[in-house]
């Protein structure tokens, strides 16, 4: 009798981690383990992470003797970790191997916060919190 293989339907959400496959990596680029595989932790939006085709992710690592500016500590699974938001890349669906949890609400807000700095995106949000200032005061509610 041939054994039914069950497979896990991968539905990627924000915040999750899974175990990918990384068989490209060159130079300083986060490489996977002996395996190709690694830990990442999903970083695009919901809406675009339905469509199933490019999901956006950073890489999740157990060495913390140094953690870097824009680098977050982690406890997943119950070990320390960091995420490297320096190594933020855009992979395929068909690298995503299967789910091992999630990251806390906490740990997603300061990955935001390094993406914010490793993208350089401060000047876009000060001028976009500006605009909605001058909005406000024009409307006489502020």
Not at 85 to 92: F, L
Not at 112 to 131: A, D, G, S, T
């Amino acid at each position: 009798m041939v054994g039914i293989i069950k497979e896990e339907i991968i539905n990627p959400r924000r915040g999750e981690v899974y175990r990918i496959e990384i068989i490209d990596a060159q130079g300083y680029e986060q490489k996977g383990d002996d395996d190709d595989m690694r830990l990442a932790v999903v970083v695009s939006n919901n809406q675009q992470n339905a469509k199933k085709n490019v999901i956006v992710i950073v890489p999740l690592s157990s060495k913390v003797k140094k953690i870097y500016p824009f680098q977050v500590p982690t406890f997943f699974r119950g070990k320390p970790g960091k995420v490297k938001c320096e190594q933020v890349r855009a992979i395929t669906i068909g690298r995503f191997e299967k789910k091992l949890g999630e990251l806390t609400e906490k740990e997603m807000n300061e990955i935001e916060e390094k993406l914010v700095f490793v993208l350089h995106l401060e000047n876009l949000i000060k001028r976009r919190v500006q605009m909605i200032v001058q909005k406000y005061l024009k409307l006489g509610k502020l």
